[in-house]
Nanobody
Framework: QVQLVESGGGSAQAGGSLRLSCAAS????????MGWFRRAPGKEREVVAT??????TRHADSVKGRFTISRNADNTLYLQMDSLKPEDTAMYYC???????????????????WGQGTQVTVSS
């Protein structure tokens, strides 16, 4: 199995920055894609950004130019969040997927492993 643990969430003012981290452990050799998803209150979980060696980095339109996903060789995942907006308030989840499945798209079901989530709250 793969375990994912997020950190770095918290509160920020609009226009501020936060950096999320996700540490992977266990059978990390199974990881090919990694991504960040979020669920805002009353909404469904949505993809924020993904990264893999086939498709590179992909960011949702709502965060392009403000958020940046990156990943270390040891499968530590980051999300640099700048110019935060109140609508970025959500629980943020780290996810990892196996090759042959996750490269087909960004749907949640393509990601087999999930962290517990870290809360991000942006005030105006």
């Amino acid at each position: 199995q793969v375990q994912l643990v997020e950190s770095g969430g918290g509160s920020a003012q609009a226009g501020g920055s936060l950096r999320l981290s996700c540490a992977a452990s266990g059978y990390t050799f199974r990881i090919y894609c990694m991504g960040w998803f979020r669920r805002a209150p009353g909404k469904e979980r949505e993809v924020v950004a993904t990264i893999d060696t086939t498709r590179g980095t992909r960011h949702a339109d709502s965060v392009k130019g403000r958020f940046t996903i990156s990943r270390n060789a040891d499968n530590t995942l980051y999300l640099q969040m700048d110019s935060l907006k109140p609508e970025d308030t959500a629980m943020y989840y780290c996810a990892a997927g196996e090759p042959g499945i996750c490269t087909g798209g960004s749907e949640e079901w393509r990601y087999a492993y999930w962290g517990q989530g870290t809360q991000v709250t942006v005030s105006s």
